[in-house]
C-alpha cells in the first residue's frame, strides 16, 4: 500500500538487542509514590525523587491538581525499624511529618505556606529519637505515634514508646510502653481508649501479634492494657475502630488474614471467612489492607487485587478494574476508593476509584520515558513443582521487543529474580527495572519460593528453619524446568536478588550448580553476625533468623553451613555485588569481607559501593550505575556485548 511503513526486524542474538528502555529511564520510573491518605483538604501521598538526591517528597492533590507541600531538602521519612513507618498525619489545617536528616517531626500549613517548624525536641544524640506511624490524637492537638529511642552504641540498643507529641511543640507524652515492638494507639470514636498492636522478640510481626486495648486516663495515658485478639501463632496486621465498643480486625487464626469484628471482650466474629490472604506481612508501621464502606460492606485486598467484602452474605468479590495490584495503603471516603495501584503494563501510580460508577482517576504523574508497550513484557503466572510436590508460584517474563528477533534456533539466557523479605512475595506490576533486561532480551521469571506472602500462614512456615534451603531449591526448580522445556538457555541462567533475595542469590551460587553467575544486591552473608548477638543488624530483625534457620547456640553450625561467606571456594561462577554504604539493615561490612576472600582467587567478579545510599537504592545516579554494571556483568559472562552499556571492570 502506498505511504505504508513496513516495520523491519532485525535478527540479533538475545542480550544484544537495542532498548528504549535506558538505565536513566529506569531511574526516572523510581519516582514512585506511597502513603496515600485522604482528607478534606484532598488526596496527600509521598513520592520519591531520584534526581533529588532520592528524597520522598510530600505531595498533595486538591481537586485542581497535584503540588509538592514542601520543598527541597525537607525529605519526609524516618527510621523506625530502619525500614520506616508512615512519615506524615493531616490535622485540620496542618500537617505534621518527620524529615530524615534530623528525624524529628515539624509542622507546616497544608498549602505549605512558611517554613516547617520541629515540634518533636533535638534528642541528645544526632537522631537519636525516631518517630513513625503518625494519627491524630483525640481532640486534635496531639500528634499520637511510635518513638524509637536510640539508647547505646549497638544497633539493638533502642527503646520503643507510645507517645503524644504535642502539635504546639514541647515535650512528647509518653502513653504507654507494652511491647518492645507496637504499632502507633488508636483512639475510639468517643476518644475513652486506644487501640494498637504489640509484640516481642523473637517473634515477628506475622508471626503473632497482640491486639492490646487501654483505657484513656485523665491525664492522658493509658490505663493497664488488655489482650483481644491475637497471641501466639496468630498474627493481627490491620486494626480500626468500628464504634465506642467494637473494632475491625485482619488476623490469622485459621491461618488465612481475614476480617473480624472484635468486642472489647475479646469477642470474635470473621466476617467472611475464606482461604484467601485480606492482609499482609507488617513490614512498615501504617500499612493498611481494609477500608469500611459503610452498611456492613469494606474494601479489601485479596492477593493484592482490590475487592469487595459483604458481611451480610459472607462474600468477597473482585472489583473489575485495570489495575490488578493495590498497595497496602487503601482508604475510602464516601465509596471512594485511594490508593497506590498499577499493572503489567502501568507502574504504580496513586489512584481514586468511584464505587458507584467505576470511574478510575490517575492522581500522580507518569513517569516520563515509559516506552510503546511493545517493550514491556507481560508476566505470565505459572506454577511449577518442588520435589516434595509442593507448588512453586512464578511469574515468567519473556524477552520482548518488537524491533529485535533472535536467531532461529537460539535460546535466551534468563534470570531468577528472587524477591527481598523472604516474608514477602513478586506482584506482577510493572518494573521498568525488570523491561531493561528483558528489551535487551534477557529473560526473568520471579519465584514466590516457600516462605511467600499470599498463600497462607502454611506456605509462609514452610521456610521456618530452612532459609538458604527451601528458597534455593524452589528457585533452581523453577530454573531447571524453564531450560528442560526450551524457554531458556541451560548454559545462561543467573539468580539476582535484593537484601534477603540477596541472600538467596549468594546461597544459590555458594550450594547448586543451576546458575552461570549471580547479582547479588545489599545481601546478608554471613548469618552468624546477623543477629543480635554478632552485632551486624538492626533490632527489628536481629532475632529474625531464630524463626528462619534455628535457636542459638543450638544451631550455631547450622548458621556457619548455610553462610555464602564460609564458602567462597564453592562459587559456582562470577558474581556481581552492589552495596550501600549507609546500610543500616544489611551493612557494607558483610560484602567487604566477601569481596576481600574473593579477591585473588581467579573467580571473576565485581563489587559497585554507592555513598550516600542506605538499603537499596534512590539516587538516580546510583540505579543508572547498578543496571548498566548489571547489564555489563551478564554480557561478559553469556558472551555477548550489549550495545550503549559501559563495561563493567572484572575483578579476580
Not at 518527620?98 to 515540634?119: C, F, L, M, S, Y
Request: glycine share 12%; hydrophobic share 40%; net charge negative.
Amino acid at each position: 500500500m502506498i505511504g505504508s511503513v513496513i516495520a523491519v526486524v532485525k535478527i540479533a542474538s538475545y542480550g544484544t538487542w537495542a532498548s528504549p528502555i535506558d538505565a536513566a529511564v529506569v531511574a526516572q520510573s523510581g519516582r514512585r509514590p506511597g502513603w496515600t491518605s485522604t482528607h478534606a483538604s484532598g488526596v496527600w501521598w509521598t513520592e520519591s525523587r531520584p534526581a533529588d538526591g532520592g528524597r520522598l517528597a510530600l505531595v498533595r492533590h486538591d481537586g485542581a491538581g497535584a503540588r509538592d507541600v514542601v520543598a527541597a531538602p525537607w525529605n519526609v521519612r524516618n527510621r523506625v525499624h530502619e525500614y520506616g513507618g508512615n512519615p506524615y498525619v493531616v490535622i485540620d489545617d496542618v500537617v505534621a511529618f518527620t524529615n530524615w536528616d534530623d528525624q524529628r517531626i515539624h509542622t507546616v500549613d497544608i498549602e505549605g505556606k512558611g517554613e516547617p517548624a520541629p515540634i518533636s525536641p533535638a534528642p541528645e544524640r544526632p537522631q537519636g529519637a525516631r518517630y513513625a506511624d503518625l494519627i491524630a490524637g483525640p481532640g486534635g492537638a496531639h500528634v499520637w505515634c511510635v518513638r524509637e529511642t536510640v539508647t547505646g552504641d549497638r544497633p539493638i540498643d533502642v527503646r520503643r514508646d507510645l507517645v503524644a507529641v504535642p502539635l504546639s511543640g514541647g515535650e512528647p507524652q509518653v502513653l504507654a510502653a507494652s511491647h518492645h515492638f507496637m504499632t502507633a494507639p488508636k483512639p475510639s470514636p468517643d476518644g475513652r481508649y486506644a487501640a494498637w498492636l504489640g509484640w516481642e522478640h523473637p517473634d515477628m510481626p506475622w508471626d503473632s501479634t497482640e491486639l492490646c486495648v487501654a483505657e484513656v486516663l485523665a491525664d492522658g495515658t493509658f490505663g493497664p492494657h488488655r489482650v483481644v485478639a491475637g497471641g501466639p501463632g496468630e498474627a493481627v496486621c490491620q486494626v480500626e475502630w468500628e464504634a465506642e465498643d467494637s473494632l475491625l480486625v485482619l488476623t490469622d487464626p485459621q491461618g488465612w488474614w481475614n476480617l473480624h469484628r472484635v468486642g472489647l471482650d475479646g469477642t470474635a466474629v470473621n466476617l467472611a471467612p475464606c482461604e484467601e490472604e485480606l492482609g499482609g506481612p507488617l513490614w512498615m508501621l501504617g500499612y493498611r489492607w481494609f477500608a469500611p464502606l459503610g452498611r456492613g460492606r469494606f474494601v479489601v485486598l485479596r492477593g493484592g487485587r482490590l475487592a469487595v467484602l459483604d458481611e451480610r452474605s459472607g462474600t468477597v468479590t473482585d472489583i473489575d478494574t485495570d489495575l490488578p495490584s493495590w498497595a497496602s495503603d487503601i482508604s475510602a471516603v464516601d465509596g471512594v476508593v485511594t490508593a497506590v495501584a498499577g499493572g503489567p503494563l502501568s507502574e504504580p501510580a496513586v489512584v481514586s476509584l468511584n464505587l458507584s460508577n467505576g470511574e478510575l482517576t490517575a492522581l500522580s504523574e507518569p513517569s516520563t520515558g515509559i516506552p510503546d508497550e511493545r517493550y514491556l513484557p507481560r508476566p505470565v503466572e505459572r506454577t511449577f513443582v518442588a520435589a516434595d510436590g509442593r507448588k512453586i508460584p512464578a511469574y515468567v517474563l519473556a524477552p520482548t521487543n518488537p524491533d529485535f528477533a533472535a536467531p532461529e534456533g537460539e535460546l535466551p539466557p534468563y534470570v531468577v529474580h528472587v524477591h527481598g523479605g523472604p516474608t514477602s512475595a513478586y506482584s506482577p506490576v510493572l518494573s521498568l527495572s525488570l523491561a531493561y533486561f528483558t528489551s535487551r532480551g534477557i529473560g526473568v521469571v520471579a519465584v514466590n519460593h516457600g516462605g511467600s506472602t499470599g498463600y497462607g500462614r502454611e506456605f509462609r512456615d514452610v521456610l521456618k528453619g530452612q532459609w538458604g534451603v527451601v528458597d534455593v531449591q524452589d528457585s533452581a526448580t523453577v530454573a531447571a524446568a524453564l531450560a528442560a522445556e526450551g524457554t531458556a538457555d541451560a548454559e545462561r541462567l543467573a539468580v539476582r536478588g535484593g537484601s534477603a533475595g540477596g541472600w538467596t542469590a549468594a546461597a544459590s551460587m555458594t550450594t547448586v550448580d543451576t546458575y552461570a553467575c549471580g547479582a547479588i544486591h545489599f545481601p546478608i552473608l554471613d548469618l552468624s553476625s546477623w543477629t543480635s548477638g554478632g552485632g551486624e543488624t538492626h533490632d527489628f530483625e536481629s532475632r529474625y533468623l531464630e524463626g528462619l534457620v534455628g535457636s542459638l547456640p543450638e544451631h550455631a553450625d547450622r548458621y556457619a553451613e548455610r553462610s555464602p561467606i564460609n564458602h567462597i571456594d564453592k562459587l559456582a561462577g562470577p558474581v556481581l555485588l552492589l552495596q550501600g554504604l549507609e546500610d543500616e539493615v544489611c551493612p557494607p561490612e558483610q560484602a567487604n569481607r566477601f569481596v576481600a576472600g574473593l579477591d585473588g582467587t581467579g573467580i571473576p567478579h565485581a563489587y559497585l559501593t554507592f555513598e550516600g545510599e542506605q538499603h537499596g537504592f534512590r539516587k538516580a545516579e546510583s540505579i543508572i550505575a547498578a543496571h548498566e554494571g548489571e547489564m555489563s556483568f551478564y554480557g561478559q559472562v553469556f558472551g555477548f556485548t550489549p550495545p550503549g552499556v559501559p563495561v563493567l571492570e572484572l575483578r579476580r
